[in-house]
């Protein structure tokens, strides 16, 4: 499976952005999905996860009430809408796949990476 990353870039504190993860090469509608962020000098973590069917969702709590992770498997592609930014979440944002929802927020269970997309978060 070949992950795209797009959607990112520069906003205002409060303001929205979405991100989306095309996947090529393979359907993912088999796949557990998620999100992870990586700002400058820190290490990647987990942001939100999406259960194959949709059914299931997981968010770090830095992130609950604000963003909302989604997926279409008949266009092959995952979202995360980012709502009322604030600038702690400025960083490379990075798209996942995993066979299974159990370890879905663990960086180094993730099967598949797609390439990041910067967001920034001006206040």
């Known amino acids: 499976v070949q992950l795209q990353a797009s959607g990112g870039g520069m906003v205002q504190t409060g303001g929205s952005l979405r991100l989306s993860c095309a996947a090529s090469?393979?359907?993912?509608?088999?796949?557990?999905m998620a999100w992870f962020r990586q700002a400058p000098g820190m290490e990647r973590k987990f942001v939100a996860g999406i259960s194959w069917g949709g059914d299931r969702t997981q968010y770090t709590d830095s992130v609950k009430g604000r963003f909302t992770i989604s997926r279409d498997n008949a266009k092959n592609t995952v979202y995360l809408q980012m709502d009322s930014l604030k600038p702690e979440d400025t960083a490379v944002y990075y798209c996942?796949?995993?066979?299974?929802?159990?370890?879905?927020?663990?960086?180094?269970?993730?099967?598949?990476w797609g390439k990041g997309t910067q967001v920034t978060v001006s206040s």
């Open positions: 090469g393979r359907t993912i509608s088999n796949y557990a």
């Open positions: 996942a796949a995993d066979r299974t929802m159990h370890r879905i927020a663990s960086t180094n269970a993730m099967e598949y």
